[in-house]
């Protein structure tokens, strides 16, 4: 299942790993009743979208981030799960921890995906193509699923090898092959090249990688802006950049694709109110504090709006996070319908580090900490309803209140 190895020098060994139909690989790991049937990963309100379609879907046309509505009608008999994504991430935890004892140079780009530098370690698993074969089994030995893995000497060729022969693929490209493998590539295969892009680059006659390869790099500066030096180099296969392991998450996030279109600052704020308080679970449970809160909302015309600011001392309360984040809302132009109303914290830190100037106000701030921990422990004992804001009670009325102890 691979190109056969060259003796040639390996200046670098760089893996990328990349699990198979993540979400859906999980739950039909967990529900044997679903194995061999088509699965989509997601919501089932108006405007959902695919997270992930199992293999068993992709034959009709199903893809990642597609409209629900529109995967339904392309594969009617496919079945709808909703998305369980502390299990995913504790699946994930595993599957790095078995990257980790290949190499301490691991950097994850998702739950499901990483690179590894392996560079100068055939002594300890052999040549490339054994490395891979060691991983793919290490991966599924810790958790039975299939994991598919390119090594190449740079981490852009490596991942395009990692796709090249999904599901359970294994695919080495030795440097002196890197060119026989990119060469006949469609434009599509560069890495950072969208729909938009890859349709200018067929507009400008471009259509496999040796065509932009072979295109005059100054031609494709004026015609591309700073994105042709980019895909001159990658479709040469130059990529220097190295692997930088670090298993911390950048931002913890949460957003709702709204079933109906929202209008000002009232019908935004109890959506805002609740993904303040996941993400403040979600921090909780990490053991982290954020330095910075971002809101995030979508209008009905796919505009991205983003505001962001820093926190004071960091935090990890649903509370602080939704009062700043009302702050935030004075930015935006909240007479537009919008569509999308998401949350994240960033600037993450270990929550039990020290935090300079916590002298005053710490009292209250523990209080904070004391109360959280609580609704944690009672909502971890009897589930999500069991302690709610009465502002989310007010907005659902009397014919949408849950029975509280039941999730």
């Not at 692997?243 to 079933?259: N, W, Y």
């Not at 649903?318 to 935030?328: F, I, K, Q, S």
Request: proline content about 7%; aromatic content about 4%; charged content about 25%.
């Amino acid at each position: 299942m691979s190109r056969s190895t060259s003796p040639g020098r390996w200046s670098r060994i760089i893996v990328h790993a990349d699990m198979d139909a993540f979400y859906a690989a999980v739950e039909q790991l967990d529900r044997p009743e679903l194995r061999g049937k088509p699965l989509l990963i997601g919501g089932t309100g108006p405007r959902s979208v695919v997270a992930t379609a199992s293999y068993e879907a992709r034959p009709f046309g199903v893809g990642s981030a597609m409209p629900m509505g529109l995967a339904l009608r392309k594969c009617p008999q496919a079945i709808v799960v909703p998305p369980r994504l502390a299990r995913y991430a504790e699946v994930s935890d595993r599957i790095m921890s078995v990257f980790a004892t290949f190499s301490p140079l691991v950097e994850a780009l998702s739950l499901d995906e990483a690179f590894l530098d392996l560079t100068g370690a055939e002594g300890l698993f052999g040549p490339p193509e054994e490395m891979a074969r060691r991983i793919k089994g290490a991966v599924r030995e810790a958790t039975g699923l299939t994991v598919s893995v390119g090594v190449a000497p740079n981490k852009y060729v490596a991942k395009v090898a990692s796709d090249i022969r999904k599901p359970d693929g294994l695919c080495v490209v030795p440097p002196d092959g890197v060119r026989a493998f990119l060469d006949p590539l469609p434009v599509s295969r560069l890495w950072g090249v969208g729909k938009h892009g890859e349709e200018r680059l067929q507009d400008m006659g471009l259509r496999t990688l040796a065509d932009v390869a072979a295109a005059d790099p100054a031609w494709l500066e004026r015609r591309l802006g700073s994105m042709g030096p980019h895909v001159h180099a990658l479709a040469q296969g130059i990529d220097p950049r190295p692997v930088v392991p670090d298993r911390e998450a950048k931002s913890i996030g949460s957003e709702v694709t709204l079933d109906d279109d929202v209008v000002g600052r009232a019908a935004i704020t109890p959506h805002l109110l609740r993904e303040a308080d996941r993400v403040g679970r979600r921090l909780r449970r990490a053991g982290l504090r954020a330095g910075g809160v971002r809101v995030k909302l979508k209008t009905t015309k796919f505009q991205l709006l983003t505001r962001q600011t820093a926190l004071h001392p960091p935090t990890s309360s649903g509370d602080v996070l939704y009062r700043e984040a009302l702050r935030l809302l004075d930015a935006f132009d909240l007479g537009v319908p919008m569509r999308l109303v998401g949350l994240a914290a960033y600037d993450l830190a270990d929550a039990a580090a020290p935090v300079q100037g916590e002298l005053f106000g710490q009292e209250g701030r523990e209080r904070q900490q004391r109360l959280d921990q609580a609704v944690d422990a009672l909502r971890s004992r009897f589930g999500k309803a069991a302690v709610r804001r009465g502002s989310e009670i007010e907005d659902e009325g009397p014919e949408r209140q849950p029975d509280r102890m039941r999730d």
